[in-house]
């Protein structure tokens, strides 16, 4: 009875969601709250790392530039989502030429890659679609809804977690958020939708909704050979370009005059 009493319980919390900023609904095992809380553990922990292996740039030129562009997108982020005033907005800018790469973690907490910024000769149009796209991910409770789907997959391990009110930490904590943030991908969906909130998130910053596209279009100049798009959780960079530059014409009637925002302040992990 116990036993069963165990697995309904999971059941049920399998089918809790909550709905993103796009209306769409989210499988949400994990809070966003406990999310935070975890991927701070696990941000703390990467840039330890990090700072051992003096991967941290320390550029003042370079800091200066990141900070500015992530910060007129913070101002207009935590405009629009009240809930993110309080976050530890901050960026580690890592010393990696080789990788094009650039992530926020629940809470605020980003990073981004040398290779990314050197690779593809960004604008800073292009930088600020990049990082709002990375924001977005943190706004729409994308880690939390990793999360659940990596809890998810592994009932056994759920149905265990579930006793707890804190069940990523009952799941390992740190060690999931990691997991998930760093290397469990996005869906498909997630990337769209945070496409579509970045670019209205970087227009109202100030930042070229067109670069969007050009954006992309340096991506796939880089990428490669690619799987098909459907083997992909990525969409494909010329459907991505399409799509973005669809939206583009409407985003840009959130700021016409293209007025940058003001700067939040953004600490630089060094």
């Not at 292009?126 to 706004?139: P, T």
């Not at 880690?143 to 056994?156: F, I, P, Q, V, Y």
């Not at 799509?243 to 007025?259: C, T, W």
Request: hydrophobic share 45%.
């Amino acid at each position: 009875m116990k036993k069963l009493s165990l697995i309904l319980v999971a059941c049920g919390l399998v089918t809790a969601c909550a709905t993103s900023p796009t209306g769409r609904s989210q499988l949400m095992l994990v809070s966003p709250q406990s999310a935070i809380v975890e991927s701070k553990k696990a941000y703390l922990s990467t840039m330890s790392q990090l700072d051992e292996q003096d991967k941290l740039i320390d550029d003042p030129k370079l800091a200066d530039r990141v900070a500015t562009i992530t910060g007129r997108l913070v101002t207009e982020a935590v405009a629009l989502y009240p809930q993110s005033r309080d976050w530890e907005w901050s960026v580690a800018i890592v010393d990696d030429p080789e990788t094009v790469n650039a992530w926020c973690m629940a809470g605020g907490r980003m990073a981004v890659y040398t290779g990314l910024i050197d690779k593809l000769k960004l604008t800073d149009d292009e930088f600020a679609q990049i990082m709002g796209h990375e924001i977005s991910h943190a706004l729409a409770n994308h880690t939390a809804e990793r999360m659940s789907r990596a809890m998810a997959t592994n009932l056994g391990v759920a149905t265990v977690a579930i006793l707890s009110d804190h069940h990523a930490a009952a799941l390992g904590g740190a060690a999931l958020a990691a997991k998930v943030a760093l290397e469990l991908p996005n869906s498909r969906t997630a990337e769209a939708e945070a496409d579509q909130i970045g670019l209205e998130l970087a227009t109202r910053a100030g930042y070229d909704p067109d670069a969007a596209v050009t954006l992309w279009e340096k991506m796939a100049q880089v990428g490669g050979d690619r799987p098909p798009e459907f083997l992909s959780t990525h969409p494909a960079p010329e459907n991505r370009q399409a799509a973005l530059a669809a939206m583009g014409a409407e985003a840009r009637k959130l700021n016409p005059s293209g007025q940058l925002a003001a700067v939040h302040p953004v600490t630089i992990v060094r």
